[in-house]
């Protein structure tokens, strides 16, 4: 079994508690309101806008063992660099203030899970960084296709709305069979860091999407 396997079914109870949040439930089952829409896309902002320079911090602190990683962290920036414009593009497509929301604060899930990922790359292990990676890419597999389809279907918004959520579902099915290639490349030691560290972003990224308002909250208002 590869290690991508492997952490794939060690974090398989954090995966399925990321999964049950309520707003994850109601937006496949179609019960989605613009207003949570937005306020997701809002959150998704406002860590994404961190993900090119969290690879560029990650690039220049990755310790000699890790060098070989250089090349594909570069290939990720190239990738990854302006899809938080995806972004904004698709909150003024579904009616929303995307200047409002560039000029916003996060809330304070979306703030602490970007702030520990800049620690961890500062202060720990860099190869733990891929921990991230590996929940963020694998939920958007798992999910942003088929969110997309559904929201659309209860929204009427246009495909300019959705441009986020259907590339990133595309993009990131060739994105994690490249990160299985990395991880299984890793020493033991280092696979271990990206074990836990994923543990831990599947908590905090999980509680970004607790914290969004549901269908039913915003449907009584």
């Excluded at 090349?71 to 409002?100: F, K, S, T």
């Excluded at 246009?158 to 890793?186: C, V």
Aim: proline share 4%; net charge negative.
């Amino acid at each position: 079994m590869s290690f991508y396997d492997q952490l794939i079914a060690a974090t398989e109870p954090e995966r399925r508690a990321l999964m049950s949040a309520p707003i994850i439930a109601d937006c496949l089952q179609g019960r989605v309101t613009r207003a949570s829409y937005l306020a997701f896309l809002g959150q998704a902002y406002h860590h994404v806008r961190h993900t090119t320079p969290l690879l560029m911090l990650l690039g220049g602190r990755l310790p000699e063992r890790l060098a070989w990683l250089r090349r594909a962290v570069a290939e990720y920036i190239e990738e990854e660099i302006g899809h938080e414009e995806w972004i904004l593009n698709d909150i003024a497509a579904a009616g929303g203030d995307a200047a409002a929301v560039r000029a916003s604060a996060p809330e304070l899930p979306a703030e602490l899970m970007v702030a520990y990922a800049y620690d961890l790359v500062n202060r720990g292990n860099p190869a733990g960084f891929f921990g991230m990676v590996f929940v963020l890419e694998g939920t958007s597999v798992a999910l942003a296709l088929a969110a997309a389809d559904r929201i659309q279907q209860a929204l009427g918004l246009p495909d300019a709305a959705f441009s986020y959520l259907r590339s990133h579902g595309t993009l990131d099915q060739e994105h994690t069979r490249h990160l299985a290639n990395l991880l299984d490349k890793m020493t033991a030691d280092d696979q271990a860091e990206v074990l836990r560290c994923a543990r831990i972003f599947y908590r905090l990224y999980g509680d970004i999407f607790r914290a969004l308002p549901g269908w039913k909250e915003t449907s009584c208002n």
